[in-house]
């Protein structure tokens, strides 16, 4: 069986840290192709959205003054620009939106097949959590009456007392 690695380069190369011919000739190949389909696309749609955000600030602020464009056209044109702003900054997030809960699917159907509980852990800190929660509605199930108790007494004196006050203070709210 022949081996894929490029024996003359490996004894050529005096030291282990230097890449083989084929380990740089495919560092070239992912160096074009990121630069082909990921930075080439990312660089030209940064710069649309930069020549847009150009083209709305100066129909907003200097199109009018300038003389090019009528008020009604430079506020439309502004208003359009704008919108297809916010749909361009939106369409992003809206595309990533169903990731997350098919990821979530996916995990789940990967688990069954292997064999283990699916959201295992997530089941068990869900009880962790209501044990905890049970035990603060009981504390409060225990420390509340009295406290509403005393609350509605203070209450009800304070009534009482500023009803006394006002009828000695004003006799017109004296009763008849």
Do not use: K
């Not at 003359?8 to 082909?36: C, E, I, K, M, Y």
């Not at 916010?86 to 169903?98: D, E, K, N, R």
């Amino acid at each position: 069986m022949r081996s894929t690695v490029d024996t003359q380069s490996v004894a050529d190369s005096g030291s282990q840290n230097t890449p083989l011919a084929s380990q740089l000739a495919r560092s070239r190949a992912l160096r074009r192709f990121n630069w082909a389909f990921v930075y080439l696309p990312l660089l030209l749609a940064t710069m649309i959205v930069l020549v847009l955000i150009a083209a709305l600030l100066w129909t907003a602020l200097a199109g009018q003054r300038l003389g090019a464009l009528e008020p009604a056209g430079a506020r439309g044109l502004a208003s359009g620009l704008a919108d297809l702003l916010f749909v361009l900054a939106a369409l992003p997030w809206a595309l990533l939106c169903p990731v997350l809960p098919l990821l979530l699917f996916a995990g789940i159907v990967h688990g069954r097949r292997q064999g283990t509980a699916p959201l295992r852990r997530l089941r068990e800190l869900l009880w962790r959590l209501e044990r905890q929660l049970q035990h603060f509605d009981r504390v409060v199930e225990r420390r509340l009456p009295p406290v509403a108790a005393f609350v509605i007494r203070a209450r009800a004196t304070w009534t009482s007392l500023s009803v006394t006050v006002r009828r000695l203070v004003d006799r017109r709210a004296a009763p008849r």
